[in-house]
């Protein structure tokens, strides 16, 4: 089972503290992948916010490949780069590649104007051409190139990893306020990068553990809805684009997300105050119901921090907090790590039939399925 | 040397069965002459030759004495079909039917210059592609098993048409979504339809017995079951009475009945299920409903308002220009006789056009079809030519996957819902049957057959009896004769029903429960595999061995 992880602060922190909060449940992991997801980023990356940023990792073939293609979409500003101060040892035990990219880029010309939809169009379509051409020789691979976003994902020893990109130590450099992270991979695919959650899309941000036991009718589904939907590596990338489907595309509230991947029993739904709409919501996204062992952890485009399970119940989750953080994590000893004096008696173990949400005031709210 | 044969006279020899009689053991109580309703049976005298003495010395001598026997009628019009009904009643096992391999009978039954008729099901093509289908994926370690008796399952399926979360009139109010718009109706049923057979196909008993158990699985165990009228109407107090909700009516291609049903609707207190057009029978695709006139007995002709005749129902429905145009005409004036309220669904043949006609009502741009029936070759029929039963069809299990996988690639799965039927249940395992086809695609399933099996009826895929065409229905499932129609006791026809579907949904549950899933797996390709490669090949599952 992945161990997964979200914190979210009022004050920007340094990975290290998600590192942190990961280690203690490393138990039985099998060094199979590392990632890392930032957003709200401050320190070095502070003055470009609103600027797209392009995480990637490549051989050198690939950074040419990679900046000749950048050039030809419009992006020929490259206004900042972030270059990790790697810590070189003699055996790592991760896979790793000649090259990772953090490269904040100007808007072309042509775009500049354009409304945020159209930016937002960009920025999707430049990550999946740019994904598709690196595909063709296994040259790199393209997590994310959003503003505010930055992406690490490697194959093998979590720590290791960290200790390469020099994570586990705090600096004032890499900041974020809210930073999602995950130990291990999903290994009942192939070990690929593109398999490691957290996923990204246009702003959303999401992990899971366990199985989606309906992956193949989530994938035959997607695959028709919408051309960001690809890859399919994991199963749980499933759960990114049902969010992304259903909050960004048809413009539902947040809320009918639960609704939607976790329907309630025909037999609750006839007593729901709402019915009518969730017979219909059933009835229209059936193919997008989960129904294994799942917790999911995501991000909102405006950063809103969630979880939600299973209808079992089946994988764990807590939730906990102190005046300045609230972390998302599976298990609590992780926790206790970062959170040591927090008041234990307030964290928040999520039934089945509820969203936790965390808002950017850090205010933890259960919303109730029923 | 003189001919003492006429090699054209037809004998026991040349038939499907044989009569196996032991007069040592019989009684000469008459029972199974009286009980054969084919008439197979008939009481002879034969001349018998003993050996006996009957002085205190030994002096053997021949008598000959005439004694009565039962014999079997030698002609195709009396021939015995299997029904094993003298056998049933012989007090002493004096006789029964045994399969004839060396019978000639298909090239001899053709007597009258006319095809053979017959009812029952397909006899040419018995292999199942349902039994080389294994539930393969088992949940282990990252995904945990369900108790099948602890857990609760979800075991719903659509019935009507569903939007798309695009097409939904939906409005956000206040961060809820409201409906501002109408919606077709789409009623959430047991995955398991009884199937449509009308009352004169079968007896009234046997109509009853099926009526009968829907309820008491709706009312008492709260199984969502409906089951479909068949083509012909159904008894006016049935249809306003509050069962009628459990009810599908069906429209085929004859119309019968169904002046009696537009009459009745000021007074139904409940809107059917759902109404169904029958374009076309898995079990003899392309040939119309045949209700021959021995079985339209005078509450027949009521029902049907017709006088006693063949009544023969056209091969497909009578278009001013085109079928399609005559179907969607009936789609749009179902729909609007019940004022949109009750789904209309729609069933046809399989056929290798099934899926064009499937993408063709996927794109109905009016969102009539309320659902997509299709009926596959191993399916049962009242009447038929034997040409077309055994001869014309399509298997099912592949072309609802085709139907689906046409869906997916169209971005419309669950759309309009797609129940499979046609041989679903045939060996008795409905549940299996019903699962395997849900995770090819299929929301539901229908059946008949097995249902007229638990009544009571005999026949079977080889060859026996199948003359539910004749009026003479050994069983009483599917005569309209007075006498014969009490052989079928209809309470304990209703109970076994009943009792059936409750152990199919528990088994149901077995099947959900190991694969981890608490509602219906549609569409999950992934939990199966075929331990035949063509099959694992064509509905694209893994094949294992
Ligand atoms: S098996 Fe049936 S048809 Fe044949 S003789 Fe017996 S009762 Fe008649
Ligand atoms: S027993 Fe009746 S229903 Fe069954 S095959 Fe014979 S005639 Fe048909």
């Known amino acids: 089972m992945c161990r997964i992880g979200c914190i979210k602060s009022i004050e920007p922190f340094h990975p290290s503290k998600a590192l942190y909060l990961m280690l203690p449940q490393q138990e039985g992991h099998d060094n199979s992948g590392f990632a890392i997801v930032m957003k709200d980023l401050y320190g070095i990356f502070e003055p470009y916010k609103e600027l797209p940023l392009l995480s990637f990792s490549c051989t050198n073939k690939g950074k040419e490949i990679i900046s000749n293609f950048m050039l030809k979409k419009g992006f020929s500003k490259k206004i900042f780069t972030w270059e990790p101060d790697f810590v070189e040892k003699e055996h790592y035990d991760f896979a790793k590649m000649d090259f990772y990219g953090f490269d904040v880029f100007n808007y072309p010309e042509s775009i500049l104007k354009g409304s945020v939809k159209e930016k937002e169009e960009i920025l999707l379509n430049t990550r999946l051409e740019l994904r598709k051409l690196l595909e063709k020789t296994a040259d790199g691979y393209v997590f994310s190139f959003w503003p505010d976003t930055l992406t690490i994902k490697e194959i093998g020893n979590p720590n290791d990893i960290g200790e390469y990109f020099n994570l586990w130590k705090e600096n004032k450099d890499i900041l974020a306020k809210n930073i999602m992270i995950q130990y291990r991979q999903n290994t009942n695919y192939e070990i690929v990068r593109y398999a490691a959650h957290p996923f990204f899309l246009q702003g959303y941000t999401l992990c899971a553990n366990g199985e989606n036991t309906f992956y193949v009718k989530n994938k035959e589904y997607q695959q028709s809805l919408h051309k960001g939907y690809i890859g399919f590596e994991s199963d749980s990338q499933c759960f990114l684009y049902t969010l992304h489907y259903l909050h960004h595309e048809l413009k539902w509230p947040f809320a009918y997300y639960k609704h939607v991947i976790t329907p309630l029993p025909f037999e609750e739904i006839e007593e729901h105050p709402d019915k009518q709409i969730l017979y219909k919501i059933r009835e229209s996204l059936a193919h997008l119901e989960i129904n294994g062992p799942n917790t999911v952890i995501g991000l909102l485009p405006d950063n809103t921090m969630f979880t939600v399970c299973d209808s079992k119940k089946l994988r764990p989750v807590v939730v906990g907090a102190d005046n300045k953080i609230v972390a998302i994590t599976s298990e609590v000893n992780g926790l206790n790590v970062i959170l040591p004096d927090r008041d234990k008696t307030k964290d928040v173990y999520p039934n089945e039939r509820e969203t936790v949400v965390v808002t950017n005031e850090l205010r933890i709210e259960r919303w109730k399925q029923i | 040397m003189e001919a003492n044969i006429k090699i054209n006279d037809i004998t026991e020899n040349d038939l499907n069965w044989k009569v196996e009689y032991d007069n040592t053991r019989c009684t000469r109580c008459g029972r199974c002459i009286s009980t054969c309703t084919f008439h197979a049976l008939e009481m002879k005298v034969e001349r018998r030759a003993y050996t006996v003495s009957d002085t205190k010395v030994p002096a053997p001598k021949r008598v000959f004495s005439t004694i009565p026997v039962v014999k079997q009628i030698a002609t195709i019009k009396q021939k015995c079909v ?464």
């Not at chain 2, 088994?507 to 981890?516: D, Y």
């Open chain 2, 82 to 545: 299997g029904c094993g009904m003298c056998e049933k009643v012989c007090p002493n096992q004096a006789i029964k039917p045994v399969r004839n391999i060396d019978t000639r009978e298909n090239l001899l039954n053709h007597e009258l210059g006319s095809p053979i008729k017959r009812g029952g099901r397909t006899n040419l093509s018995i292999e199942r592609t349902l039994d080389r289908i294994k539930v393969g994926r088992i949940s282990q370690m990252t995904d945990p098993s369900l108790d099948a008796q602890r857990h609760t399952f979800d075991m719903l399926s659509p019935f009507g048409r569903v939007l798309g979360p695009e097409e939904l009139p939906f409005k956000i109010e206040n961060d809820e979504l409201k409906i501002k718009g109408s919606i077709p109706p789409v009623h959430w049923i047991y995955p398991i339809i009884f199937a449509d057979m009308s009352i004169g196909a079968l007896s009234t008993r046997a109509w009853e017995a099926i009526c009968i158990a829907t309820a008491i699985l709706n009312e008492k165990y709260n199984m969502p079951v409906r089951m479909c009228s068949g083509e012909g109407g159904m008894p006016i107090k049935l249809m306003q009475s509050k069962y009628l909700k459990y009810m599908i009516l069906q429209i085929a291609s004859g119309h019968f009945g169904w002046n009696r049903i537009i009459k009745a609707m000021p007074q139904m207190t409940e809107d059917p299920a759902g109404i169904l057009i029958k374009i076309g029978q898995g079990a003899k695709p392309g040939d119309g409903g045949l209700l021959m006139a021995a079985k339209v007995a005078r509450h027949i002709q009521e029902i049907r308002g017709v006088p006693r005749s063949d009544l023969l129902s056209p091969p497909n429905h009578q278009g001013l220009y085109s079928i399609e145009e005559s179907v969607q005409k009936m789609f749009l004036s179902f729909n609007a006789a019940f004022q949109f309220r009750v789904p209309v669904a729609i069933k046809v043949a399989a056929s290798s056009s099934s899926v064009s006609v499937y993408n063709n009502l996927l794109r109905d741009p009016y969102h009539i079809v309320g659902g997509f029936f299709l009926d596959g070759i191993q399916g049962g029929t009242g009447a038929a030519h034997e040409v077309s039963l055994d001869h014309t069809g399509h298997p099912v299990v592949s072309k609802v996957r085709d139907a689906y996988i046409a869906a997916v690639n169209q971005g419309k799965q669950g759309r309009i819902p797609l129940w499979g039927g046609g041989g679903v249940g045939l060996t008795g395992t409905m549940a299996a049957d019903a699962f395997k086809m849900i995770c090819l695609g299929a929301n539901g399933v229908f059946t008949g057959k097995i249902l007229i099996q638990l009544l009571g009826c005999i026949g079977n895929e080889n060859g026996r009896c199948n003359q539910c065409n004749t009026g003479l229905c050994p069983t009483g499932v599917t005569t309209q004769d007075y006498r014969l129609v009490q052989r079928l006791d209809i309470d304990k026809a209703a109970e076994t029903l009943v009792n059936y579907m409750l152990s199919v949904d528990t088994e149901f549950r077995k099947l959900m429960a190991p694969i981890g899933n608490s509602s219906l797996p549609v569409g999950r390709s992934d939990a199966l595999v075929s331990v035949d490669k063509g099959i694992a090949d064509k509905l694209q599952i893994p094949y294992a061995c």
